[in-house]
């Protein structure tokens, strides 16, 4: 079907751009954002949103994490007639200009959270290496993904309390990916669960004064990894350079002793880039981490990322982080906020990580499900 967008050029296929190559209901679209303050470390949010066009689906999500306690509002409608407008009824993400500003808007509802606030790019985009992986002769994923780092200003109300966001404090970082994804079954109430063989999963980001890193792998055992992509990335006007990719990461992390899931404590990157320099970053973690079970990663009480609920549906609710059984339903994956020191340089992102049964190291925390 014909939308606005139809007027403007970048047609890659012969037909509307609400249709994509290939009907492989696995292929999406995804925007996600964070961000947190640098002077306290006690808060950070989590915004996405889903594309389905196989599926006619749109759904989003928007969580706040503080102390202890995380809220969060998930929505869905059905995709057409309306199938390019990033809005899912009270949630809303506007691309003001490419790369440099966007637009995210809650606005009131029944969750307690509201905001209004931009995405200011203070960074070069890092372009992710390709994902693309076979099984058993299908694809299971062939997905593009690129992150940007920022600032964030506007406001912000969770459980009554309005919160200034200025661009001096509060940091961030953005996602997009497109394609088809491999699908992620953690939801124990609605198996089948999806298997994984032993290995580290490690992402994050770090934002300094003038300049940033990405690091992404994944190893099936120490040192043996099966992707990695990262980059040190810079202002804008900078040019871009191969030089600065990511080559090679060897780690030691450091975890606490939490009897309810793994929580990483602090670690260590040895980091290779592509023109031979090597650096060593130290991570420190904050308590603070939203747990993105709450935008239905893995999967919620049988809803999964892309499944049609009709042409609206709204839930919310409040976790209480402190109780072993919203503990054991969220799991593992989340964006804790990290601290990263480089030499002399302290810069502040935010890190997601797992380490799959089996793993030939930390043992101690393969005892809880590793996303």
Do not use: C
């Not at 994902?131 to 600032?151: C, I």
């Amino acid at each position: 079907m014909l939308t606005g967008q139809d007027d403007l050029i970048g047609h890659q296929l012969p037909t509307t751009f609400d249709q994509i190559d290939n009907s492989d209901p696995a292929w999406m679209e995804r925007l996600w954002y964070t961000g947190h303050p640098i002077d306290k470390l006690n808060l950070i949010f989590d915004i996405g949103l889903g594309y389905h066009p196989n599926r006619n689906v749109m759904d989003a999500f928007a969580g706040v994490a503080i102390e202890g306690k995380q809220w969060n509002f998930r929505v869905s409608r059905q995709l057409r007639p309306d199938p390019l407008n990033t809005a899912v009824g009270p949630l809303k993400i506007i691309v003001l200009e490419g790369l440099k500003r966007h637009r995210l808007v809650l606005e009131p509802n029944d969750s307690g959270l509201e905001f209004d606030f931009e995405f200011l790019a203070t960074m070069s985009p890092h372009e992710e290496t390709p994902h693309m992986r076979r099984r058993d002769g299908r694809v299971t994923e062939n997905m593009a993904r690129a992150q940007q780092l920022g600032r964030y200003q506007g406001w912000l109300k969770v459980d009554g309390q309005h919160i200034e966001i200025s661009a001096d404090n509060w940091y961030g970082q953005r996602d997009h990916s497109w394609g088809v994804r491999s699908e992620m079954r953690t939801d124990e109430t609605h198996p089948p669960l999806t298997f994984y063989p032993p290995f580290l999963y490690t992402w994050a980001t770090a934002q300094f004064k003038n300049r940033g890193l990405h690091i992404f792998f994944k190893e099936r055992a120490p040192g043996d990894k099966i992707y990695i992509s990262g980059e040190e990335v810079f202002a804008p006007e900078n040019r871009v350079s191969s030089r600065n990719q990511l080559t090679d990461v060897a780690h030691h992390l450091v975890w606490h002793e939490d009897s309810l899931g793994q929580s990483l404590a602090s670690g260590e990157f040895n980091l290779t880039f592509a023109d031979g320099r090597q650096k060593q970053v130290f991570i420190k973690t904050y308590p603070v981490k939203y747990y993105l079970k709450g935008g239905l990663y893995g999967g919620l009480n049988g809803w999964f990322q892309g499944d049609f609920k009709g042409k609206f549906y709204a839930e919310h609710e409040l976790w209480n982080l402190n109780q072993p059984g919203t503990r054991k339903l969220v799991r593992t994956l989340a964006d804790q906020i990290i601290e990263v020191r480089d030499g002399d340089e302290v810069g502040y992102g935010i890190m997601e990580y797992g380490v799959g049964k089996g793993y030939a190291q930390y043992e101690s925390v393969q005892i809880h499900p590793p996303i």
